[in-house]
């Protein structure tokens, strides 16, 4: 039975996969990186900052020390967190709020699991914060996807067993990371055709003809 929801932030709820994307080539140009491209950014989705970052260093054989890579690390996400500054409820995507209403009008709960510590900063920014039951954020975990940890925790603030959540993705770590937890899973857009999942969407138009093949 499916009791809850719970939705990736970045390229699930909001666009801002795509400004994540842009800071890491800035970083990667700065450091005379030109190889760094959208391939490489897919499996950016859904790991931490720190993985993120192993990412793009991948395509140097420059070597930084631990204490330079987290400089690097803060180096793109003052980038990043400067473009969110115009970000608003038009950034949200297209059918989120309206899929919100219906999941709750059949009485499923809602809920984030993302591995961004920019999250409550990004649902406020975006209308979107007081339409959730429950956050879950890097904030809150010490591992990150594949591991299921954002998830459970997100389970758990609900109050709701595993195995009566979904999890909607676009990344690979997530979608593995909810199969890790027990939980069925959907895969939108750049997780689209994950074998991991249970079902698989373009967009999320599709999604009420997803959650009905899950037994909503
Ligand atoms: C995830 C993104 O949602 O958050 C990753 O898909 C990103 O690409 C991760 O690295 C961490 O985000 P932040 O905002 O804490 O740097
Ligand atoms: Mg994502």
Redesign the pocket.
Known sequence: MVKAVIF?????LVTT?ELHFKAWQKLAAELGITGFTKEDNIRQ??VSRMESLEVVLEKTDRKFTEEEKLALAEKKNDVYVKSLGGLSRADVLPGVFEFIAYIKSKGIKAAVG??SKNTPLILEKTELADKFDAVSCGLDTTRSKPDPEVFLIAAEKLGISPADCVVI???AA?IEAAKRGGMKSIAVG?AEHDKNADVSVESLGSLYKAMEMLGL
């Open positions: 990736d932030l970045d390229g699930v996969d989705r859904g993302s591995a993705e676009d990344s997530g750049a």
